[in-house]
C-alpha cells in the first residue's frame, strides 16, 4: 500500500478561502475580526511562529496587533497588558505565544485572558468545555487534526484511535475530541510500556511527540491513517515529524506529511476559531 497525503496546506487554502468570504460578510456589518499577539522575548522560533500568524490574519481580512515585549517584562505589567486587550473592543481573540520566560507563571496569564477571547483554547474553561462537551474552543493543534480526518471522510465511531503524547496543548485535548466523535481511545506517554503493541491495533494514529521515528512501519496496522504532529530537526537540519514517513507511506492507507500537514491547519483553526468569536460577539 502506498498512503494517500492529506495535506494541510491544501486544506488550510480552502478553509482559509471561506473564512475570507465570511470576513467579507462581517465586514459589510461593520466588524473586522481582530486578534493580538503577544510575545515576550526574542526565542527565534517563537518569532516565526507570531509573525506567520499575523501575516495569515493579513490575508484573510483580520485586524492583528503584534505586542512583542522585553523578556524582563514582570508578570504583572503584562497581566495588565491582557486586561487591556481583553476590554479592547477591536479584539476578538488573544493568543499569548509560548514559552514564557521562567520568571512568569504562564497559567496566572493564559487564565487572565477573557475565556470569550480565548482562541488559542488553552484557558481552564476552554478546557472545561471540551471535557464536558460544551461548546468552546479548541485548542488549535488538535481542532486541525480533526479537520485532516474530517477532509477524508473518515468515521471515527467504533474507531480504535491511539494517541502518542499526553501534553495539554496538544494529546490530551486530540484524545477528548476522538472521544468525542465516538472512538474508543487510547493515550500513550513515556512509562507506556509497550507502544507497538497498542499502536497495532490502532485505525488511526496521531503522533505528538518531539521525537523523530516514534512511529516506524512496523508499529502500524495496514490500512491505519496516520497524523503526525511532530516537529523536529533531522541531522541536517531539515525539519521532519516523528513518524518515519518512508516507512510508514507503505502500510498506511492515509498519512500527514511533514512540513506542509498539521502545521499550517493550526494557524488555520486560530484563524476559525477568531472568526468564530468576532460572529458570536457581534451577531449572536
Ligand atoms: P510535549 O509537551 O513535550 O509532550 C510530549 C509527549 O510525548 C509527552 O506526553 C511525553 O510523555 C510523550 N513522550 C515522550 N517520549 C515518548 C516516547 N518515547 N513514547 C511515547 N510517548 C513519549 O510536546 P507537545 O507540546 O505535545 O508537542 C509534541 C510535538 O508536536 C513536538 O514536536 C512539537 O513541536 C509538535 N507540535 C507541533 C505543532 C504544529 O502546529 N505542527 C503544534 C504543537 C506541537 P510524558 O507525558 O510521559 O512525558
Redesign the pocket.
Known amino acids: 500500500m502506498t498512503a494517500n497525503l492529506i495535506s494541510g496546506t491544501e486544506l488550510s487554502k480552502s478553509i482559509r478561502t471561506r473564512i475570507t468570504l465570511e470576513v467579507k460578510e462581517l465586514s459589510q456589518k461593520g466588524v473586522i475580526p481582530g486578534l493580538a499577539v503577544i510575545l515576550v522575548g526574542e526565542n527565534p522560533a517563537s518569532q516565526v511562529y507570531v509573525r506567520n500568524k499575523v501575516k495569515a490574519c493579513e490575508e484573510v481580512g483580520f485586524f492583528s496587533s503584534l505586542d512583542a515585549y522585553p523578556a524582563s517584562i514582570t508578570e504583572s505589567e503584562l497581566l495588565n497588558h491582557i486586561h487591556a486587550l481583553n476590554k479592547n473592543p477591536k479584539i476578538h481573540g488573544i493568543l499569548v505565544q509560548l514559552p514564557l520566560p521562567g520568571h512568569i507563571d504562564a497559567s496566572r496569564v493564559i487564565e487572565a485572558i477573557d475565556p470569550a477571547k480565548d482562541v488559542d483554547g488553552f484557558h481552564i474553561s476552554s478546557a472545561g468545555a471540551l471535557v464536558k462537551g460544551l461548546p468552546g474552543y479548541w485548542p488549535?493543534?488538535p481542532f486541525?487534526c480533526m479537520k485532516m480526518l474530517e477532509s477524508i471522510n473518515f468515521e471515527l465511531k467504533g474507531k480504535h484511535a491511539v494517541v502518542?503524547?499526553?501534553?495539554?496543548?496538544?494529546?490530551k485535548p486530540m484524545a477528548l475530541m476522538l472521544l468525542d466523535k465516538n472512538a474508543t481511545v487510547t493515550i500513550?506517554?513515556?512509562?507506556?510500556t509497550d507502544?507497538k503493541a497498542i499502536t497495532l491495533q490502532a485505525d488511526v494514529i496521531v503522533v505528538?511527540?518531539?521525537?523523530i521515528n516514534?512511529l516506524t512501519a512496523d508499529m502500524v496496522k495496514s490500512g491505519a491513517v496516520v497524523i503526525d504532529?511532530?516537529?523536529?530537526r533531522d541531522e541536517e537540519g531539515k525539519l521532519c515529524?516523528?513518524v518515519d514517513f518512508e516507512g510508514v507511506s507503505k502500510v498506511a492507507s492515509y498519512i500527514t506529511p511533514?512540513p506542509g500537514?498539521?502545521?499550517p491547519?493550526?494557524?488555520t483553526m486560530l484563524l476559525q476559531n477568531t472568526l468564530e468569536a468576532a460572529q458570536k460577539r457581534h451577531i449572536a
Open positions: 488549535c493543534t486541525g502518542i503524547g499526553r501534553s495539554h496543548i496538544v494529546g500513550c506517554h513515556s512509562a507506556t507502544l505528538a511527540v518531539g521525537k516514534v504532529v511532530g516537529m523536529n515529524g516523528d511533514v500537514g498539521v502545521g491547519m493550526t494557524i
